[in-house]
Nanobody, 123 residues
Framework: QAQLVDSGGGLVQAGDSLRLSCAVS????????MGWFRQAPGIERPFVAA????????YYEDSVKGRFTISRDNAKNTAYLQMNNLKPEDTAEYYC????????????????RGQGTQVTVSS
């Protein structure tokens, strides 16, 4: 059973940056694909980004391509989401998630989830 603790959210202005972190314990981190989701009224595609076990494969939802970067440090059992040029429409609760396989884009496989961290972007 994996435990995920995400952090790093906050209130920023449009154009600012934030880096979210997700610390994982309870499972071998390098055996997990990691992802970030977000939820808020009006968000139709909550699956924001994903990264494979060795960082060899990544996925980004279209609206964040070129602005967000997902990464991981297997030595630190931590995944990150660097968010640049934030927009008001990025306002949401973000949570990290882990899948019990080295890579998947099947959102229903991301069984383990953090508690969420709020990101609010003012215009």
């Amino acid at each position: 059973q994996a435990q995920l603790v995400d952090s790093g959210g906050g209130l920023v202005q449009a154009g600012d940056s934030l880096r979210l972190s997700c610390a994982v314990s309870g499972r071998t981190f390098s055996e997990l694909a990691m992802g970030w989701f977000r939820q808020a009224p009006g968000i139709e595609r909550p699956f924001v980004a994903a990264i494979s076990w060795n960082s060899g494969s990544t996925y980004y939802e279209d609206s964040v391509k070129g602005r967000f970067t997902i990464s991981r440090d297997n030595a630190k059992n931590t995944a990150y989401l660097q968010m640049n040029n934030l927009k008001p429409e990025d306002t949401a609760e973000y949570y990290c998630a882990a899948a019990g396989s080295i890579w998947t884009l099947a959102t229903n496989k991301y069984d383990y989830r953090g508690q969420g961290t709020q990101v609010t972007v003012s215009s």
